[in-house]
Nanobody, 128 residues
Framework: QYQLKESGGGLVQSGGSLRLSCVAS????????IGWFRQAPGKEREGFAC????????KYSESVKGRFTVSRDFAKNTVYLQMNSLKPEDTSTYYC?????????????????????WGQGTQVIVSS
């Protein structure tokens, strides 16, 4: 059974940092790119970061570029999202998702339709 589980969300002050984790089970990490998405109440879900199945390529939206960093640990089948310089507008529920790709490729994507498996989400609240 495939499962993605996010953790690490919480309440942080503006300018602070958080690190989210996405642990995958039942998925071979070398066959999946992992994306991060977020959705605030009343807004559409936004894809903002992705790391390739090789771990060598990353892609970010303009809204987080320079502040967020995605990385992965193949041995732990875990993807991390380091979020720095957080802003109140980063307040959202954060989801990780897996996209099946060729083994160890550089493919990245930010469109949610490309992803096959989703976690349940973790909430991040940034106070001003």
């Amino acid at each position: 059974q495939y499962q993605l589980k996010e953790s690490g969300g919480g309440l942080v002050q503006s300018g602070g940092s958080l690190r989210l984790s996405c642990v995958a089970s039942g998925l071979r990490p070398d066959y999946y790119a992992i994306g991060w998405f977020r959705q605030a109440p009343g807004k559409e879900r936004e894809g903002f970061a992705c790391i390739s199945s090789s771990g060598g390529n990353t892609k970010y939206s303009e809204s987080v570029k320079g502040r967020f960093t995605v990385s992965r640990d193949f041995a732990k089948n875990t993807v991390y999202l380091q979020m720095n310089s957080l802003k109140p507008e980063d307040t959202s529920t954060y989801y990780c998702a897996a996209m099946y790709v060729e083994r160890l490729t550089g493919t990245t994507e930010l469109s949610e339709g490309a992803f096959h498996f989703w976690g349940q989400g973790t909430q991040v609240i940034v106070s001003s």
